[in-house]
């Protein structure tokens, strides 16, 4: 079958072994032949093949002979996923850690907090990394959170 009679298939097959390989094991654990069977299945390109195993050492880890995605990867998983279903997307939020959000959930919970907060502002450094944007939006929710309880308690006293 070429790839221009399938779209949803071609259209996965522009997006790198590393997402795809993320967005599988979000879904469910998965045996290795049978995860290289739904990756050739849903297609790879022939000079992407011999990369698979590498990224799949990076993104997973092995448990009892099931891959597992990596708990520090659970930020890269994208709940608006284009290729999951309405079932994967409910299998994906069951998994997710609990602590844990998505990159995706993260910018609108943002973007709410920003509307209902206009007093917390988060500065963005065009060098800064996501994880220290996010430390640093955590770190001040924390303590705008922690003023309002101070606020709170000196208006009951």
């Known amino acids: ?3 221009s009679s399938n779209p949803k298939k071609s259209e996965i097959m522009k997006k790198t ?3 795809r390989l993320i967005h599988l094991l979000a879904v469910r654990p998965y045996k290795k032949p049978e995860l290289f069977l739904r990756m ?3 297609g790879v390109q022939e000079k992407a093949k011999k990369n698979i195993v590498v990224v799949l050492r990076e993104v997973s880890e092995c448990k009892n002979k099931v891959l597992e995605l990596k708990g520090t990867l659970w930020i890269d998983v994208c709940e608006d996923w284009p290729f999951y279903s309405e079932l994967d997307k409910a299998k994906m939020r069951k998994r997710q850690p609990q602590n844990l959000v998505s990159k995706s959930a993260i910018k609108r ?3 709410v907090a920003i509307k209902r907060e206009p007093e917390v502002s988060i500065k963005r450094d065009p060098d800064m990394s996501f994880k220290q944007e996010y430390d640093m939006g955590v770190k001040q929710e924390y303590d705008l959170a922690i003023k309002q309880e101070s606020d709170l308690a ?3 006293e």
Do not use: A, F, G
């Open 109 to 111: 919970e943002s973007d």
């Open 17 to 19: 072994i590393k997402e």
């Open 154 to 156: 000196i208006k009951q």
């Open 1 to 3: 079958m070429s790839n």
């Open 40 to 42: 050739y299945k849903d």
